[in-house]
């Protein structure tokens, strides 16, 4: 890049909107007011690429609080651009890396060299409706946008690991025939790879390491588009959400506002660094970065200018992509106050929930970061959910962790806590004012074991990585079932298949908004590795040519998925935030009230949940067996259930629709009425569909 001629107007700019706009009133033809919010800077340029091709630059002549802004002529729609402090040297001349715009709608990589690129944001949305899915219905499935269809055989290969492909009728008839509801994309902001992974020959696969808030991630486009520029990139962004949006599907994008890809103070600056290093990022009292989210920056919300950039950018995405929500990583470092502890009512969730555009989107967050008081799980406020680590963690000890120590002839934990889970894990949210549907319930995520692997593996296997197995985490709460890895012994498979479905049914059963991991329902493996963060290859890719056992776990999951959507349309639309809309209702082997030395006794592990409403068509009844050995139940008495007072004295009938035991699955469709005995076979969860005679 070469310094060219000055090309700005001497007529009055704005400081707002940030960025680069076009077409306001008094902008001559070819004119655009430029706004920078750069407090580090006494003064700054714009260097860009003219309607020849020829960079010029500009100096931005007026500053208004720390905005940069003037009015400046010949940067066009498709130009690259970057920003530098006036009067100071160009890096190699204006070959090296410069400023890039905050609020840059596209960043163009010329070898990794980043510009800004100034778009034209006009898309035709025409008949684009949002899904609005009510919270109560919402099932999230957790993909990776490459990953998802790169290696499906039915996607034409130009289109494979692509946002087309993610939008290719194939794909849209798989997530509509599983079942679920809203798919939640992981990092689509454009984003870099971190330097440690570069020496290694590796990527930032999972996209953790925002450049630019504003751009998609160009690398996911189809080859046709990238050649086509970046407005064809964000015109396949578009068109991938209105595709998914005809298709009833919602878009929720993983997004990473708690840092910067500029990491530490000794790394690369790209932008918020030159532009106002001590404004932008949280320091301490010594002007080092504070890091609560071990990449080595982050960013200061308590700023009303970095606020602002959030702000904006999310409601950029609502606006110009119609996005449906988002997740928020590491969302406790960007409700830190100034003193860096939580705050339920910080600046940024109270904006979120009196901004009309972003109040009425999906808002989950990922409670949690790594400085001391970064568990925050029920902790945010009405308008939010939360990922639930405790779900997590609770499910897999009651199906895993237990079943191990049982093998070894250790007891068990009791299902008490399991029960709590099942049931909403109101002992986690009610704090906060919110129900059940505050809890994204999710056994894995992106990070840490698949289900697979989960029954698969007792020790994470991260050699690839190349840090010599030292990342990730080592406590999995996993279960090998006594083989680590793969196996040809059947007894060993059928034992992990089960547990498998185990896991699944009780996310789906559960109450709360359920998380399936995009591989999860087809037995995905990722051979042991619990971090494949920088693993784009065949690893983390999702293999759609299936064996048996994960043809089955499809079918499992697409049945369980059509079980709680069947079982949700027969409640009242109120169920399950009101009390007096919805019941649940714990039951004992003898199919009478569960007591409170049931309750606390830890070698108790089989119970009943009856679960429905008084003004609801079905109840549905889920019981589960802990133990290794079937056990001989008896369904709830007629007595029982009157004695609750919501039910009336009549026998009940209860349709076995789905057990996560192999061989009592054949007896699908078997009938038993209330106060009958029943088996439930060992290691298992069944669920019956329960009515009163003459209802239907």
């Known amino acids: 890049m070469l310094r060219g001629r000055e090309n700005r107007s001497s007529r009055p700019s704005k400081p707002s909107p940030l960025g680069v706009s076009a077409g306001a009133a008094g902008l001559a033809p070819g004119e655009v007011n430029v706004a920078v919010f750069a407090p580090g800077a006494d003064a700054l340029d714009i260097h860009f690429e003219d309607a020849d091709g020829r960079w010029a630059s500009a100096l931005l002549p007026e500053l208004t609080d720390g905005v940069h802004h003037g009015i400046v002529r010949g940067l066009l729609p498709g130009s690259r651009y970057a920003l530098w402090p006036h009067g100071e040297a160009l890096p190699d001349g204006g070959a090296g890396q410069l400023l890039l715009d905050p609020y840059g709608r596209a960043i163009d990589d010329d ?51 692509t946002y087309a492909g993610l939008a290719h009728p194939v794909m849209l008839e798989y997530f509509k025939n599983l079942g679920i509801t809203s798919v939640q994309l992981l990092p689509v902001h454009f ?81 918020f660094r030159g532009l106002g290093d001590e404004t932008y990022y949280r320091h301490d009292g010594h002007g080092n970065y504070l890091d609560t989210t071990g990449c080595g920056n982050t960013l200061d919300l308590n700023e009303p200018q970095v606020l602002a950039l959030v702000l904006d950018s999310l409601r950029y995405w609502v606006q110009e992509f119609h996005i449906d929500g988002f997740r928020f990583d590491l969302a406790v470092s960007l409700c830190r106050d100034q003193d860096g502890h939580f705050n339920p009512r910080h600046p940024f969730l109270r904006a979120t929930a009196e901004d009309p555009t972003l109040s009425r989107v999906k808002l989950i967050s990922e409670p949690w970061d790594v400085a001391p008081g970064g568990w925050q799980t029920g902790n945010f406020p009405a308008g939010w959910a939360d990922w639930n680590d405790r779900f997590r963690d609770t499910v897999r000890d ?14 068990g934990g009791s299902v008490a806590r399991l029960a709590s889970r099942l049931a909403g894990s109101a002992d986690v949210f009610a704090g906060s004012g919110r129900s059940s549907l505050a809890s994204v319930n999710f056994i894995t995520a992106h990070d840490g074991f698949t289900l697979a692997d989960l029954t698969s593996y007792d020790r994470k296997h991260n050699e690839d990585n190349g840090e010599e197995n030292r990342d990730g985490t080592n406590h999995n709460r996993s279960y090998n079932h006594g083989v680590e890895g793969p196996t040809g012994d059947a007894a060993v498979l059928d034992a992990r298949a089960r547990s498998a479905r185990n896991l699944m049914a009780t996310l789906l059963l559960s109450l709360g908004v359920p998380m399936i991991t995009a591989g999860d ?157 029943e088996i439930i076979g060992a290691d298992a969860l069944s669920v019956y569909r329960a009515w009163l005679p003459g209802e239907n």
């Open 398 to 411: 009651f199906w895993l962790g237990d079943q191990h120590a049982i093998s070894q002839g250790m007891p």
């Open 111 to 161: 070898g990794g060299i980043f510009r800004s690129v100034h778009l034209d944001a006009g898309f035709d949305w025409a008949g684009d409706t949002p899904p609005d899915v009510p919270w109560r219905d919402t099932v999230v499935y957790e993909c990776h946008v490459k990953g998802q269809t790169k290696l499906h055989p039915q996607i034409p290969e130009e289109l494979r690991g």
């Open 191 to 271: 984003h870099i790879d971190e330097p440690h992974l570069q020496e290694l020959g590796l990527s930032n696969y999972w996209g953790y390491n925002t450049l630019g808030f504003f751009a998609p991630h160009a690398r996911y486009a189809t080859r046709a588009a990238r050649a086509a520029g970046p407005k064809a990139v964000q015109d396949e962004f578009k068109s991938m959400v209105k595709s998914l949006h005809e298709a009833g599907l919602e878009v929720i994008l993983d997004v990473v506002y708690n840092h910067t890809a500029e990491g530490g103070k000794h790394q690369q600056t790209y932008s």
């Open 521 to 677: 329902e087809l037995g995905k493996t990722q051979h042991g590795n619990n971090n494949a963060y920088c693993q784009d290859n065949e690893l983390s890719w999702l293999n759609w040519v299936l064996d048996d056992r994960q043809e089955q776990m499809f079918k499992i999951t697409r049945r369980l998925l059509r079980i709680r959507q069947s079982f949700l349309t027969s409640q009242p639309r109120s169920y399950p935030t009101r009390e007096q809309s919805s019941y649940l209702l714990w039951f004992n082997e003898a199919g009478e009230p569960m007591t409170q030395e049931q309750w606390t006794d830890p070698g108790s592990r089989t119970v009943q949940l009856l679960m429905g409403s008084p003004d609801g068509v079905i109840d549905g009844l889920v019981v589960i067996n802990g133990r290794c050995e079937p056990r001989k139940i008896t369904m709830p008495s007629a007595g029982a259930l009157k004695d609750f007072g919501i039910l009336d004295g009549n026998n009940r009938m209860f349709e076995l629709v789905l057990t996560t035991s192999k061989l009592d699955d054949q007896r699908r469709g078997a009938k038993v009425r209330s106060g009958e005995r």
